[in-house]
């Protein structure tokens, strides 16, 4: 069984840090591309960051560059996001996301995690 489970959400004054993780199981993780993504009320889900492996290529949305910081542990199967300089417009729900797309593909997400910004 897949599991992704996220963790150090919570409520943050604005120009606070959190850091999120997410730990996944059931999968060799280290075969997928993980990513965070978070949802606002009344929004699109949206990528803000995914790193590769085992080169750890980084991506991100040009509205957390400079701020977030995504990065991973292939031996504890965990994938982290740190998040400084948080602001009121990053309050979301955010969600952990491993997929692979070679065969066998997958596709799994964790089930999400509040994070509030504000003051």
């Known amino acids: 069984q897949v599991q992704l489970v996220e963790s150090g959400g919570g409520l943050v004054q604005p120009g606070g840090s959190l850091r999120l993780s997410c730990a996944a199981s059931?999968?060799?993780?280290?075969?997928?591309?993980a990513s965070w993504y978070r949802q606002a009320p009344g929004k699109e889900r949206e990528l803000v960051a995914s790193?590769?492996?085992?080169?750890?290529?980084?991506d991100y949305a040009d509205s957390v560059k400079g701020r977030f910081t995504i990065s991973r542990d292939n031996a504890k199967n965990t994938v982290y996001l740190q998040m400084n300089t948080l602001k009121s417009e990053d309050t979301a729900v955010y969600y952990c996301?491993?997929?692979?797309?070679?065969?066998?593909?997958?596709?799994?997400w964790g089930q999400g995690i509040q994070v509030t910004v504000s003051s």
């Open positions: 996301n491993a997929v692979r797309r070679v065969w066998p593909s997958g596709d799994y």
């Open positions: 059931g999968i060799a993780f280290s075969t997928y591309v």
């Open positions: 790193i590769a492996s085992p080169i750890p290529n980084t």
